[in-house]
């Protein structure tokens, strides 16, 4: 871990008050990147990601990997004296990133514009299930449910079963990578126009992937088309999909293009195929997807998975093993690239989390510092940045305000 790393957001100064995974995530991706990221927690009880497995024994393990880069303080915003605090630190601070039901924070006086006459050129990062308008605004809102309300699960699985859903927080991590992306935009136009103040950004958790669907939306509005469940690339690319080799093990394949499949056909030494014409393109091939199906798989099974990689990599066919976890610790490639690296822990004595991406050439992000315990930071942040003495904040500790 190193302090002195200098990332392309170092200078800047986030109050990160939201919760488990989605809003947090994008602090965290900020954070990676070189931003003061200080964590608001409840006194005594701390995010609710401190609480949520996996566990070993009981350390949560998510925690160390979601929550790097952040200096956590424990302090009430509910309370009165929680808020003159807070008010304070978001004087110093460019954004404030929540995630509370649409109204939580006018509830407790501490709406956007209250906020904005404490800092004019404040930025203000609202994340929740629906939005901040519209008639499901007030609804409770998880990653789950906002994917099935997305219309992502309605297309996952087999058609003749139920739907899937993604077995993990697939869209609360999309949503963090909007908000991170929301985030520097919002603070490079306040920059670049020295006389703009602050505004709000705001998303619903399922705005993350409709806007990633525009195939669904074209087709529904232009065809009438309903897409149902498929396990593979329907109805966009021939071959393409998940397959099983010789030695039971499991690739997925896409031959997107006409030029790919061209490439596959010669190391399959099927050159026939490219003269066929219901295969000859990737329309005629999507017409007859069945019988190009049966070809492909047939193929594929008659190879061994380290021999098919070898003939496609030869030849520029896109194709992956399909690997888990342990497969992904073992990978060259993987440690090359140093995907995965280490990092002390306070109880675990050092635990394996993502590095961070994107990589910067000039000013490179970094895992400046581990994932906070709850409070570690309190001193630092309220006595030393805002001028509290000691006294002070144990009376406040004793409150329950910190």
């Known amino acids: 871990m190193d302090e002195s790393t200098h990332g392309p957001l170092t200078g800047i100064r986030i109050m990160d008050v939201s919760t488990m995974i989605a809003a947090p995530f994008g602090a965290t991706l900020l954070a990676d990147l070189g931003a003061e990221v200080i964590k608001v927690e409840i006194p005594g009880q701390g995010d609710t990601l401190r609480h949520v497995g996996p566990w070993k024994d009981d350390e949560p393990l998510r925690w160390p990997g979601l929550s790097r880069n952040k200096k956590s303080i424990t302090l009430d915003i509910r309370t009165e004296e929680g808020k003159v605090i807070f008010k304070k630190l978001v004087k110093r601070s460019d954004l404030v990133i929540e995630n509370f039901r649409p109204g939580t924070l006018e509830r407790w006086d501490l709406g956007y514009d209250i906020l904005k006459q404490v800092n004019p050129r ?22 789950t449910p906002g994917t099935a309300f997305s219309g992502y699960t309605y297309l996952q699985g087999y058609p003749d079963r139920p739907p899937v859903s993604p077995s993990f927080s697939l869209l609360d991590y999309i949503t963090g990578i909007y908000v991170a992306f929301a985030s520097t935009s919002a603070l490079y136009h306040r920059d670049t126009h020295p006389q703009s103040e602050g505004q709000i950004v705001e998303m619903g958790l399922y705005e993350s992937l409709i806007r990633m669907m525009e195939f669904l939306i074209a087709e529904y509005d232009q065809l009438g088309k309903v ?9 966009h690319s021939s071959p393409g999909g998940t397959y099983e080799t010789k030695d039971g093990k499991w690739v997925v394949l896409v031959a997107s293009t006409d030029s790919t499949f061209n490439r596959l056909a010669e190391a399959m030494k099927r050159t026939d195929i490219l003269k066929d014409p219901r295969y000859y393109t990737n329309a005629e091939r999507l017409k007859n997807n069945a019988g190009m199906e049966e070809i492909i798989s047939s193929w594929i099974h008659e190879q061994t998975q380290a021999e098919l990689l070898m003939k496609l990599d030869d030849v520029g066919v896109p194709v992956s093993p399909i690997y888990s976890i342990e497969d992904i610790f073992h990978d060259p490639h993987y440690r090359a690239r140093e995907n995965i690296v280490e990092i002390d822990h306070p109880r675990l ?13 000039q000013t490179p992000g970094a895992i400046r510092h581990r994932a906070p315990e709850l409070g570690e930071h309190n001193e630092e942040i309220l006595c030393q940045q805002l001028g509290l003495t000691l006294d002070e904040l144990n009376r406040l500790k004793e409150k329950g305000v910190i």
């Not at 404040?122 to 990653?143: C, E, M, N, W």
């Not at 897409?227 to 109805?235: A, K, V």
């Open 122 to 143: 404040l930025i203000l990062v609202r994340v929740s299930g629906y939005g901040q308008t519209g008639p499901y605004h007030d609804k409770a809102g998880f990653g």
């Open 227 to 235: 897409r149902e469940r498929s396990p593979s690339l329907s109805g």
């Open 349 to 361: 004595g050092s635990i394996k989390i993502p590095n961070v991406v994107p990589r910067f050439s």
